[in-house]
């Protein structure tokens, strides 16, 4: 088992929650990560095909669980956890992402950046943000997308008061884009 010591977050409670569309498989590196820190029963596979309403809809669901649940760990399926990925629980901030490749990498050039591909959460940041936590933004015609998601999260997160951090590293597959990281607007 994984000394989590250091840990800012208790295994416990916390529930991880793994985006596995289209199909729902998991890949057993992850799934190996996973269970050699958290209990199997704190994890759930999403299988929502529209990944923005997915992560909506595992958000919406996980402010339903007892509020002994503390904290969130999300993981999109074409996201490679390895123990580089560990010091996600270790960074003192209330939203943590790891870093992984996105096809634009200046999109992890300020200090509070903020992509879903892994990542952490208190459960109390999630709570004060009015849905939707996830949207892209759109030029006025809706003719030209000039924020993907993770950047609308990221500003709800920051606008509500709550800290962003990003440390470690993810590998990642590449067997899907990873489409909104172009447009994070950074």
């Known amino acids: 088992m994984i000394d989590t010591r250091q840990w800012k977050i208790d295994p416990e409670?916390?529930?991880?929650?793994?985006?596995?569309?289209?199909?729902?498989?998991?890949?057993?590196?992850t799934l190996d990560w996973i269970v050699r820190r958290f209990p199997w029963g704190?994890?759930?596979?999403?299988?929502?095909?529209?990944?923005?309403?997915?992560?909506?809809?595992?958000?919406?669901?996980?402010?339903?669980?007892?509020?002994?649940?503390?904290?969130?760990?999300?993981?999109?399926?074409?996201?490679?956890?390895?123990?580089?990925?560990?010091?996600?629980?270790?960074?003192?901030?209330?939203?943590?992402?790891?870093?992984?490749?996105?096809?634009?990498?200046?999109?992890?050039s300020v200090p509070d950046a903020f992509h879903q591909g892994l990542w952490?959460?208190?459960?109390e940041v999630l709570a004060a943000i009015t849905p939707p936590w996830l949207m892209r933004t759109y030029n006025e015609q809706g003719t030209k997308q000039l924020a993907c998601d993770c950047h609308f999260l990221r500003e709800k997160i920051l606008a509500a008061g709550f800290s962003i951090a990003y440390g470690g590293f993810a590998g990642h597959d590449n067997e899907h884009t990873c489409f909104g990281a172009r447009y994070c607007g950074l």
């Open 13 to 29: 409670t916390t529930r991880v929650f793994h985006y596995g569309y289209p199909d729902n498989r998991i890949r057993i590196e």
């Open 120 to 123: 952490r959460c208190k459960r």
């Open 42 to 108: 704190n994890v759930c596979n999403v299988g929502q095909p529209n990944y923005i309403v997915a992560r909506n809809q595992t958000i919406a669901m996980a402010l339903k669980l007892p509020p002994e649940v503390t904290d969130f760990i999300f993981i999109d399926r074409d996201i490679v956890p390895s123990e580089k990925s560990d010091p996600i629980f270790t960074i003192d901030a209330d939203a943590v992402s790891c870093f992984n490749d996105v096809e634009d990498s200046s999109a992890w």
